[in-house]
T-cell receptor
Framework: SAVISQKPSRDICQRGTSLTIQCQVDSQVTMMFWYRQQPGQSLTLIATANQGSEATYESGFVIDKFPISRPNLTFSTLTVSNMSPEDSSIYLC??????????FGPGTRLLVL | AQTVTQSQPEMSVQEAETVTLSCTYDTSESDYYLFWYKQPPSRQMILVIRQEAYKQQNATENRFSVNFQKAAKSFSLKISDSQLGDAAMYFCAYRSAGYTGANSKLTFGKGITLSVRP
């Protein structure tokens, strides 16, 4: 499986600010996914990022709040904008690999004060 | 839309014993994939096992095996010879087959916390 890294691994931010999370893969992948895991909850898909096109957002998530970039086949960023304490979550990126199996990065733990 | 249900929030097992984690799902599709992921305290999501719906044979990976009942829409995970390192949150997940893009997303259950007693 691909090796996936995320930066930062964790951060503490003030409300009203923005944070950009990076996801780097050691091989070229077509689809990258961004999930959110709120405290004590399951994972929810934020958006799907395909290189060279706009990200596709799930219901309840909007581009102004969670802008995503996908400049090439190994990299993506997710920005959490104008943060509030409700944005405190773990944010995970994942990629599609063989046999339609997704593998995950280590996650970014975000706390908003 | 597909749903995944894990009705047991917590389970406990004695080290070296066997435990079964339950998962049911609802779908109108005939071709799909089911997964179990493990999330230890480090929060890394780790793939445990994968099942293709068109395969009747249950998947097995070392101490981990599944009982896949397609008609009943049931997908349970059996962990044999439990080890302390198995303590984690376990998520059952569903994925439609043959799609790309947003339709290839994973739908997760709420997860179950497994503790292992020494």
């Amino acid at each position: 499986s691909a090796v996936i890294s995320q930066k930062p691994s964790r951060d503490i931010c003030q409300r009203g600010t923005s944070l950009t999370i990076q996801c780097q893969v050691d091989s070229q992948v077509t689809m990258m996914f961004w999930y959110r895991q709120q405290p004590g909850q399951s994972l929810t898909l934020i958006a799907t990022a395909n290189q060279g096109s706009e990200a596709t957002y799930e219901s309840g998530f909007v581009i102004d709040k969670f802008p995503i970039s996908r400049p090439n086949l190994t990299f993506s960023t997710l920005t959490v904008s104008n943060m509030s304490p409700e944005d405190s979550s773990i944010y995970l990126c994942s990629v599609d690999q063989v046999m339609e199996t997704q593998y995950f990065g280590p996650g970014t733990r975000l706390l908003v004060l | 839309a597909q749903t995944v249900t894990q009705s047991q929030p917590e389970m406990s097992v004695q080290e070296a014993e066997t435990v079964t984690l339950s998962c049911t799902y609802d779908t109108s599709e005939s071709d799909y994939y089911l997964f179990w992921y493990k999330q230890p305290p480090s929060r890394q999501m780790i793939l445990v096992i994968r099942q293709e719906a068109y395969k009747q044979q249950n998947a097995t990976e070392n101490r981990f095996s599944v009982n896949f009942q397609k008609a009943a829409k049931s997908f349970s995970l059996k962990i044999s010879d439990s080890q302390l390192g198995d303590a984690a949150m376990y998520f059952c997940a569903y994925r439609s087959a043959g799609y790309t893009g947003a339709n290839s997303k994973l739908t997760f259950g709420k997860g179950i916390t497994l503790s292992v007693r020494p």
